[in-house]
């Protein structure tokens, strides 16, 4: 059964780093394009940022460049996301999203707060 489990989300100063993880089972992970997506509340799905596969091409949307990396464990078949300089305007649920076209699988989400 194939699954993407993300972790690492909480609440955060302005300011401050989190690192999201999202262990992937059940399928050929490195194969994957993988995505961060987040929906802030009231707010549409929104892309943050994306992997190819060996971690060939990175894209950020701009209101995270310079402040998030996306990266990849193929062994561990892990994505992450660190999250520095966090601020008020990144609170949302964070999910992550994993590609071979056309199959595509969604994770649950973890919300990430940025409040003082």
């Known amino acids: 059964q194939p699954q993407l489990v993300e972790s690492g989300g909480g609440w955060v100063q302005p300011g401050g780093s989190l690192r999201l993880s999202c262990a992937a089972s059940?399928?050929?992970?490195?194969?994957?394009?993988m995505r961060w997506y987040r929906q802030p509340p009231g707010k549409e799905r929104e892309l943050v940022a994306g992997i190819t596969t060996r971690g060939g091409t990175l894209d950020y949307a701009d209101s995270v460049k310079g402040r998030f990396t996306i990266s990849r464990d193929d062994a561990q078949n892990t994505l992450y996301l660190q999250m520095n300089s966090l601020k008020p305007e990144d609170t949302a649920v964070y999910y992550c999203?994993?590609?071979?076209?056309?199959?595509?699988?969604w994770g649950q989400g973890t919300q990430v707060i940025v409040s003082s």
């Open positions: 999203y994993a590609r071979f076209s056309p199959i595509y699988y």
């Open positions: 059940g399928f050929a992970f490195s194969i994957y394009d």
